[in-house]
Every structure is written in C-alpha cells, then in structure tokens.
C-alpha cells in the first residue's frame, strides 16, 4: 500500500520555465510534509516542507502547495535552471515523528 | 565539517556472508534512520532510531538488523545477505525525529551474489 505516490517517473522542462512535480498521499493523518532531492551518486538533500496548517510554502524559487481535501501536493520551481536536474521525493513522517514515508520519486530534467 | 559517513560506499558480496554496512555522524543527531533505494520503488525505510538503545522497524526490515549503542553510530547488519537485499542503501540523521531535515550519507552500493 503506497501512501505516498508520485504517478510521474519523469519530467522534461525547458530552462526558465515553470516544474511541478507532484505528490499524492492517501493517508490523512499526515500532517506534515518534505521534499528531498538527489543528484546522481549522492544521497538526498532536504529542499523545503510544509506543515498541514498552512497551503503554500515558499523558498525563493521554490514552493510547495498543499491541498488537503485533495490529498495533494505539489512542488514548483520558477524559473527552472540545468542545475535543478535531479530526483524530487516527496515524504511524509509518521508516529510521532519516527516513521517517514517517501513517494517514488519524480526525475526531473531541465534542458537549456 | 558536519556529515553522515557511510562504509563502504562499494559491496559486492555472496548470499549467506553477513555484513555490516557503517554509518556515523558527526552532529550530535538522536535520529537516525538507514533507507534503501531500488528503481520504481523510491525510498524505503528500513530501520530508525529515536535515540541510544532505542531503535524501531521501518516498512522493510525483514532480512536486516540494527543497534544504537552510541549516539554517533547506527550500522546496518545483514545476517545473511540475499539477492533481494541488492540495493543503494542510505543512512541519514537528524536532530530529533523525522520532522526535522534529515541529512544522508552518500550512500552504499550492495550487490548479493
């Protein structure tokens, strides 16, 4: 049972364009939201969170909107840059903050 | 520099040999956590720890084995290795709990034989 699905393997965006990448989750008591991201050989690196008290999250060209009656989340990055090519995760912990909860991943390329 | 250290990065090993696959950190972190990485299945967690001596079963632990006996250090023990356990394996750290930004280690490339 995945409780956190990212139905998109991969997506190919045009530099200076807008991504995003999204997370569906299927369990309500998430209350609480991360997004990592990998480079090729290296492990994954916390890029931005939201809480389920707030809808939107932002981090300089980064931000994360959090729809919950919809069970859905979403990363955007403006302007997207060669340099944001990588795998996007998104998780969720769970049990009191032991358990964290990773989707598929989406591959993200930016072409210049 | 603050860091997660994983040994080794590297692993080719035979079905039946135990190992223990490293991990350490360096930031004075209760939490730590190993994960593993397969294709079209994401990140997995295997096993976590709140604290020293105290350690918990993520969504895959079967085949595998931790302990906590100090703060800086998690490995990961695989009694007897199987092919199925091929895989990247990351151990990561954070403050308190999974909440918090947690940060990986480069990861282990395993293959069993």
């Known amino acids: 049972d995945q409780q956190v699905k990212q139905n998109s393997p991969s997506l190919s965006v045009q530099e200076g364009r807008i991504s995003i990448l999204n997370c569906d989750y299927t369990?309500?008591?998430?209350?609480?939201f991360l997004w990592y991201k990998k480079y090729p050989a290296e492990g994954p690196t916390f890029l931005i969170s939201i809480s389920s008290i707030k809808d939107k999250n932002e981090d300089g060209r980064f931000t994360v909107f959090l729809n919950k009656s919809a069970k859905h989340l979403s990363l955007h990055i403006v302007p997207s840059q060669p340099g944001d090519s990588a795998v996007y995760f998104c998780a969720a912990p769970l049990l009191e903050g032991g358990k964290l909860i990773f989707g598929q991943g989406t591959e993200l390329s930016v072409k210049p | 520099e603050a860091q997660v250290t994983q040994n080794p990065r590297y692993l080719i090993t035979v079905t039946g040999k135990k190992l223990t696959v490293t991990c350490s950190q360096n930031m004075n972190h209760e939490y730590m956590s190993w994960y593993r990485q397969d294709p079209g299945l994401g990140l997995r967690q295997i096993y976590y720890s709140m604290n020293v001596e105290v350690t918990d079963k993520g969504d895959v632990p079967e085949g595998y084995k931790v302990s906590r006996k100090e703060k800086r250090n998690f490995p990961l023990i695989l009694e007897s290795p199987s092919p199925n356990q091929t895989s990247l394996y990351f151990c990561?750290?954070?403050?308190?709990?999974?909440?918090?930004?947690?940060?990986f280690g480069p990861g282990t490339r395993l293959t069993v034989l």
């Open positions: 990561a750290s954070s403050l308190s709990e999974a909440y918090n930004e947690q940060f």
């Open positions: 369990n309500s008591m998430f209350d609480y």
